[in-house]
């Protein structure tokens, strides 16, 4: 059955660095997206992104971090300069169109 | 404001006792519904999603929900509950038609006693 990977499963960084997470989606979706879940909370969205832009971006969202699919197959996060506060886990979700979204294993950041 | 609302944060339940975790939404127009399961550390898994016809649908591990339109509720339930049933459940929508975001509610941890 077709998944969706992330990689890493997880990641330790100290505040102020990059990091890059990344998602390989189902190969005939479209849409692909990405939730934060800090720990002990409900499951936020952060970006939706499809046809090479981003479509739609919650207020967490900032300058910090930006999105990109590079090579037509990995879909990333990046976060420019990590916060304490961006540790939790990152899920990447994608989408045929319409309706049902597959969610990835996700992502463990924890910064320090 | 539009919103998914589960009420109950924590539910305890003795293993093979029946289970209903509640699910409301706010938006205008029918949302698709869903239901997912996260067990600790781990990922999101669809248990079972509404997008229209029969208001019953049922799921993957004996669970089913309902939808009443008439109360904006969605809600998830089991006939008897196993002890790897014990996960945090989220209700979810997608508020309209086409690749839309989706809203998850605050979720409702299960625990289950022996």
């Known amino acids: 059955e077709p998944e969706v990977t992330q990689t890493p499963s997880h990641q330790v960084t100290q505040m102020g660095q990059e990091v890059i997470l990344r998602c390989v989606p189902i190969?005939?979706?479209?849409?692909f997206y990405w939730y934060r879940q800090i720990l002990g909370q409900k499951v936020e969205f952060l970006v939706s992104f499809y046809n090479n832009e981003i479509s739609e971006k919650s207020e967490i969202f900032d300058d910090q971090f930006s999105v990109e699919r590079p090579d037509g197959s990995n879909f990333t996060l990046k976060i420019r300069s990590t916060k304490l506060e961006d540790s939790a886990m990152y899920f990447c979700a994608t989408q045929r169109g319409g309706g049902e979204l597959f969610f990835g294993e996700g992502s463990r950041l924890t910064v320090l | 404001a539009q919103s998914v609302t589960q009420p109950d944060i924590h539910i305890t339940v003795s293993e093979g006792a029946s289970l209903e975790l509640r699910c409301n939404y706010s938006?205008?127009?029918?949302?698709?519904l869903f239901w997912y399961v996260q067990s600790p550390g781990q990922g999101l898994q669809l248990l079972l999603k509404?997008?229209?016809?029969?208001?019953l649908v049922q799921g993957i591990k004996g669970f089913e929900a309902e939808f009443k339109r008439s109360q904006s509720s969605f809600n998830l339930r089991k006939p008897s509950v196993h002890w790897s049933d014990a996960a945090e459940y989220f209700c979810?929508?997608?508020?309209?038609?086409?690749?839309?975001?989706?809203?998850f509610g605050q979720g409702t941890r299960l625990t289950i006693n022996p």
């Open positions: 509404y997008f229209s016809g029969d208001t």
């Open positions: 938006y205008g127009a029918t949302p698709y």
């Open positions: 190969s005939n979706h479209l849409y």
């Open positions: 979810a929508v997608v508020p309209t038609q086409g690749a839309q975001k989706l809203v």
